[in-house]
């Protein structure tokens, strides 16, 4: 069984009954604003929503897939294989108070970008990486990209392609790493992702 499976067994009684049922609506309210999407798949999609959550600017960020050729898929679908969908997360967020370039930037230092298979201890592919940018947004993902390979001295197999429609996974899935905490934080341990990242980025790692 694995560390994300055990993970959501231990949390599998509890209903989302409790959830904010206005936060649908607000993600709706948020689109008719100025405020702008960036979407990028990096692994598990639990860790890629905590890395952008707190972030100044940033209004949501919610767990989904992308890149695949069924419509409205379920995680059970997107784990089992078949749908071509990445795990992912789209961050909507203020361009007055963070650009997205400073997004992109903080994305390389949440994953392995040397990793062509997968994040970590989750493989596959599901779990790939990639940054899906808008037809305004790709001259930064790409200097972004160019920019971080720079700094590390090797190439990435992370791709930047173009923006492709983005499914939101199940209320279970948003906002785990906060809602359970002692589940997301076994996992993230054993799946070693902060020593991973700090032996890539250094002090600069986002874990």
Known sequence: MS????????????TVATLAIGAPLARRAEAQTAFQTAIFAGG??????KAFDDVQGVRSAVSGFVGGHTANPTYEQVVRGGTGHMEAVQVTFDPRV?????LVDRYWRTI???DPNG???????SYRSAVFAT????????ASRDAAMRVLRKSFTTPVVGAQRFWPAGEEHQNYAKRHAASYQAYRIGCRRPERLRAIWGNAAVS
């Not at 037809?135 to 790409?142: L, M």
């Open 3 to 14: 560390l994300r499976t055990t993970a959501l067994a231990a949390v599998a009684s509890l």
């Open 44 to 49: 598990c999609f639990w860790s890629e929503e």
């Open 98 to 102: 963070v650009s997205y370039r400073t």
């Open 112 to 114: 392995d970008p040397t």
């Open 119 to 125: 994040q970590f201890c989750d493989q596959g592919p």
């Open 135 to 142: 037809a305004a947004q790709r001259a930064d993902a790409v």
